[in-house]
């Protein structure tokens, strides 16, 4: 075996290595999202739609595809670069899974190692309103852009192009998360946690839930405690309970939770929050006593919930919040690619 071909094995190793640290760090990725690629020899090794980051040691989760073509595709603006599904080389993808959605921003950035994350410390900063001039700061010593948000896939890879350089390695998508990129797993790696500490925000110490009053809640209604004790805390927090209300943050809350979240109002009790409405919420925020969720939400679902907290409670008081509007909405929840990806994840997760 050559230096060259050892090399290649090595960092696709190291890749997968570092694909299931972050991917078992709640604060970095939360369920299927996120994704890691490489460019290796003309072939862009990406992270395959619905799998876990988490799994990266335990299943193959990587497709490959030909990127020459593939950013021919893109720069012409071909629809048939959105799912990529024909850029793949089949013979290597024996398991017929199918490209992240985000395959074109990857294979946009010139940098061998692309890491992107749903970062809760870079959505926290993403959803304000006024994101980019606060990260003036924080991020002086870094190649940065701020990218508006769009939906993911083309439109989010031809809103990258526009707002950035070659040397460009950091980018803070509003609304939606962190992508870092560099010539090495190693160096992608350094980078992500150095920004990441560059954006740490400080959190608000909540009491704990009331589980006794959550249960009896639960027993009269299709709804049932989180699994995770932290997704208690949007619910606690006046003012987290109060972001999270106000509408959707992000795209993969949207796609397992649907738009936003419900609290009860004052006085208000659960049945009569639930009388008459269309659509069941699925998850709700009960002042003093804690979170519930349906009893038909996922395991995706149960971390976009945790999720949910831990990004409100580095909301500060008096910032301005942007929310995805209703239209953003609607276009996520009637997108092919995220309907395809809840069903491959639902079937990954049972196997």
Not at 31 to 59: D, F, M, P, Y
Not at 325 to 338: G, Y
């Amino acid at each position: 075996m050559n230096q060259d071909t050892t090399e290649y094995r090595d960092e696709l190793v190291a890749l997968r290595r570092l694909s299931a640290r972050i991917g078992k760090d709640p604060a970095l990725v939360q369920a299927a999202g996120g994704n890691t690629s490489i460019k290796q020899e003309g072939v862009l090794w990406i992270k395959a739609s619905g799998t876990w980051l988490s799994q990266a040691l335990e299943r193959n989760i990587m497709v490959p595809v030909r990127l020459k073509p593939l950013l021919a595709a893109l720069a012409a603006n071909d629809p048939a670069a959105e799912k990529a599904q024909g850029f793949v080389i089949e013979d290597a993808n024996p398991e017929n899974l199918r490209p992240s959605i985000e395959t074109t921003l990857h294979a946009a950035m010139p940098q061998k190692v692309v890491v992107h994350a749903h970062c809760v410390e870079t959505i926290a900063w993403s959803a304000r309103r006024d994101g980019e001039t606060a990260l003036q700061d924080k991020l002086r010593d870094f190649d940065w852009a701020w990218i508006p948000y769009v939906r993911p896939g083309l439109p989010l890879s031809r809103a990258i192009a526009e707002r950035t350089s070659e040397t460009t390695s950091v980018l803070i998508l509003a609304n939606h998360g962190l992508v870092v990129a560099a010539d090495s797993v190693a160096e992608a790696e350094k980078l992500l946690a150095a920004v990441g500490e560059a954006l740490r925000n400080p959190t608000r110490d909540l009491p704990a839930a009331k589980h006794e009053k959550l249960t009896a809640i639960a027993a009269e209604l299709p709804y049932r405690l989180p699994r995770h004790s932290d997704s208690h805390a949007v619910a606690l927090d006046p003012l987290s309970r109060r972001i999270a209300s106000g509408g959707s943050l992000y795209p993969d809350h949207v796609i397992f939770l649907g738009s936003g979240a419900t609290a009860l109002a004052p006085g208000e009790t659960p049945k009569q929050m639930l009388a008459g409405r269309e659509q069941t919420p699925a998850i709700l925020l009960i002042p003093d006593a804690g979170t519930l969720l349906h009893e038909s939400v996922s395991e995706s679902g149960e971390e976009l919930a945790r999720c949910l907290a831990h990004v409100t409670s580095r909301i500060a008081a008096e910032t301005p919040v942007r929310y995805l509007t209703a239209e953003q909405d609607d276009e996520l929840l009637n997108w092919d690619a995220e309907k395809y990806r809840k069903q491959l994840e639902a079937q990954l997760l049972e196997s």
